[in-house]
């Protein structure tokens, strides 16, 4: 059974930092890219869901050209796990980040999400 658990979201002053964690379970997550997204708030569709960093297998990274700079993505393939640290975060970073496999063609079942707040 696959099963992804995102967490380390919270609710942070702009320019803060927080780091995301994302265990993943039932696939093989060594050989998977996997990514971060967000979903705005008021967003409702999984469509609306933006994918703002990706790690490959071989530690490749990309990002959006948003949180290019502020975000770093990583991963520990021993553990099953995939990171995300915000850094210089601002308001328009807030909404529910989540992490999947971007490289597949059908998204594997998406786990509860983390919520980012950045309010002052």
């Known amino acids: 059974q696959v099963q992804l658990v995102e967490s380390g979201g919270g609710l942070v002053q702009p320019g803060g930092s927080l780091r995301l964690s994302c265990v993943g379970s039932?696939?093989?997550?060594?050989?998977?890219?996997m990514g971060w997204y967000r979903q705005a708030p008021g967003k409702q569709s999984v469509l609306d869901r933006e994918l703002v960093a990706t790690v490959f297998s071989d530690g490749t990274t990309n990002y959006a050209d948003a949180v290019k700079g502020r975000f770093t993505i990583s991963r520990d393939n021993a553990i099953n796990t995939a990171y995300l640290q915000l850094t210089n975060l601002k308001p328009a970073d807030t909404g529910i980040y989540y992490c999947?496999?971007?490289?597949?063609?059908?998204?594997?079942?998406w786990g509860q999400g983390t919520f980012v707040n950045v309010t002052s």
């Open positions: 999947n496999a971007p490289r597949r063609p059908r998204a594997l079942a």
């Open positions: 039932g696939f093989m997550f060594n050989v998977d890219a």
